[in-house]
């Protein structure tokens, strides 16, 4: 069974920083493409970045490209997500999820391609 851990989400103030990790277990990690999501209070769950299974291509949403890093280590089982310079609107859960087929080309940015979701990192960021 797959299993997918987010772990460091935290209260930050403002401009601060916050390192995120998903620890995936039940298949063969370094096959697939990974996501993070993230839904605020109210709001969908919307795309944040995507990576590939071999973490040699990224993509980002619009509202955190330049603030927001993600990567990979196989070796570990586990992708991160670096977010820097933080801002009030960053505050959500965030949820990271694996594509639905391995070695998939092209990085996904819609919910439906995804099948297996973390239980998700709460993530707060205070003006």
């Known amino acids: 069974q797959v299993q997918l851990v987010e772990s460091g989400g935290a209260l930050v103030q403002a401009g601060g920083s916050l390192r995120l990790s998903c620890a995936a277990s039940g298949r063969t990690f370094s096959s697939y493409n990974m996501g993070w999501f993230r839904q605020a209070p109210e709001m969908e769950r919307e795309f944040v970045a995507a990576?590939?299974?071999?973490?040699?291509?990224?993509y980002y949403a619009d509202s955190v490209k330049g603030r927001f890093t993600i990567s990979r280590d196989n070796a570990k089982n586990t992708v991160y997500r670096q977010m820097n310079s933080l801002k009030p609107e960053d505050t959500a859960v965030y949820y990271c999820a694996t594509d639905q087929k391995p070695r998939n080309f092209g990085l996904k940015t819609r919910r439906e391609h995804y099948d297996y979701w973390g239980q998700g990192t709460q993530v707060t960021v205070s003006s």
């Open positions: 990576i590939s299974w071999a973490g040699g291509s990224t």
